[in-house]
Structure formats: C-alpha cells, structure tokens
C-alpha cells in the first residue's frame, strides 16, 4: 500500500512539473517522425507546427529544427488594438498578423485570433503601432481596410510569399537537369518523393548547406518547385532540375539561372 501511495504521489508531482513549465520549445526531427506524431508527442495540432515554421507542406525531414508552443484563442473585446494585444501577450503585431493570416491591423470584437505563447518576440516589431481599434474608429489612417473576420480558421499553412516577401533570398546558381527514369534509378528522391509516379513534380536536387532540404524555391524559367533531393554532384551553388523526359533533361544542358528560397 505505501508503494501504491509513493508511486501515485510521484505521478502527481510529475503532472504539477509538467503543467507549470509548458512553453515554446525546439524539437529536432528524427527519422521516421511525422507532423502528426510530433503533433501527439507535443499536445499540438498538425495546423499549428505549420503555421508557427512556415511549412507549406507536411514534408520533414530528420534534422529540421521546428519550433513548437502552447496557443490560446483570443477573442477581439471592443476597444482593443493588435498592439495591446501583442503587447500583453508578449509577442509581436507581425506574428499575431502572420498567425491568423491577416493583411490589416483591423481588427474587430468577436475576432478569435490564435496566440502562440512563450514565443520570442523583436523589439523592432512590437513597437509597431496599430493603425484601428476594435470600435472601427481610426487613430491615426482615415483609411478603411475589409473585414478579416474567419480568416484565423483557415486549416492551411501561411503563405510565405504574403508575409516574408522581404525575407526571401535569391541567389545564381548552375542548374542542369536529370530525370528519374536513369539505369538503376529507383526514382525516390532524399525526402521521399516518388518521381515515377509523379513525373509532373517540380523538384530541384540541391546542397542542403546552401538550400535547405524540403524549402520551397522559384526557379527561372522552370517555375515554382520543392528542393527534395541531394546528389553526390550538387555542391555550393549548383542545382538539378528534375525533367521527366530523359531528351528532354539532355536538351536542357547547362545555365545559370536565379533561384529564390521562399521559404
């Protein structure tokens, strides 16, 4: 019975540790993890991982470091701005903005917007000022700008290329062409995707130092793709297209061509 009584405190005190310290943390991948595994291990939804390391997709892979934190719905009471809230919530106007998938600083009552807590807030951002309260009054733009209410329940990921245009990085590379459909070719690239079966994927083969792995790029003249392969060849600036036609991946040759990491 006294062994039955320690192990029940011991579980208790646990459960009280465990409560007190949730906050934002850094996992790192490991082979084999999913999004909805670290999801459950994490007490987290899918949606949310996406939406706080920009992920356009669920695609992983081991060493990626995602940041995970405990979120809370607000709801918009009548009087209150995107500064106040950011401020209280020590996080910043941007990432309330990102978040929620908003393109205004208006904001109205009833607004639920979701709120990652415990995560690291800039000075520059937080001092932003909003520019409309939630009474629909302007305080300093005479400016009105349409209502975003609902768009905080959208289950996709945040674009990046609506909220980090800034932080997009383009960079010249030598780009030629291979094709899945080689002698001893298995078709599968390093994240998994089966190019076989999808020969209409745009995925590039790149150096994860310099473009990471699972990143979505814009390539001239070959359009929007996933950087989902490696190959023994591909270091520094220097990528491969993946062209389904093996004529066609001759014909493509060599270029230098200008890519831009979006995410």
């Known amino acids: 019975m006294l062994k039955k009584m320690i192990s029940i405190l011991a579980v208790t005190l646990l ?7 949730v906050q934002a943390s850094t996992i790192t991948v490991q082979k084999g993890d999913t999004l909805w595994d670290l999801s459950q291990a994490n007490n987290t939804y899918v949606k949310n991982i996406k939406i706080l390391n920009n992920l356009t997709t669920d695609l992983i892979h081991p060493g990626d470091a995602l940041i995970v934190a405990p979120h809370k719905q607000y709801t918009v009471k009548q009087g209150d701005t995107l500064w106040d809230i950011a401020k209280n919530h020590q996080v910043t106007v941007s990432q309330i903005k990102e978040w929620n998938r908003l393109d205004t600083d208006l904001i109205h009552p009833g607004l639920n917007l979701l709120i990652f807590e ?3 807030t800039t000075t520059t951002n937080i001092a932003e000022k909003p520019i409309q309260s939630a009474t629909g009054a302007p305080k300093e733009s005479t400016s009105v700008a349409p209502s975003t209410e609902g ?4 289950t996709s990921a945040v674009p990046t290329t609506s909220t980090n245009n800034t932080s997009s990085k383009v960079i010249t590379v030598k780009a030629t062409a291979y094709t899945a459909s080689c002698k001893g070719c298995s078709g599968i690239t390093a994240t998994g995707i089966n190019l076989i079966e999808n020969p209409n994927a745009k995925v590039i083969s790149v150096d994860p130092s310099v473009i990471p792995l699972g990143s979505k790029v814009y390539v001239e003249g070959y359009g929007e793709a996933i950087a ?6 591909i ?6 297209v993946f062209i389904p036609s093996k004529q066609d991946a001759i014909n493509f040759g060599v270029k230098q061509l200008k890519v831009t990491i979006l995410n």
């Open 228 to 233: 989902g392969d490696t190959g023994g060849a």
């Open 118 to 120: 415990s995560v690291k």
């Open 15 to 21: 459960t009280v540790t465990v409560g007190a310290n």
């Open 235 to 240: 270091k520094g600036n220097k990528i491969d």
């Open 151 to 154: 768009q905080n329940k959208s």
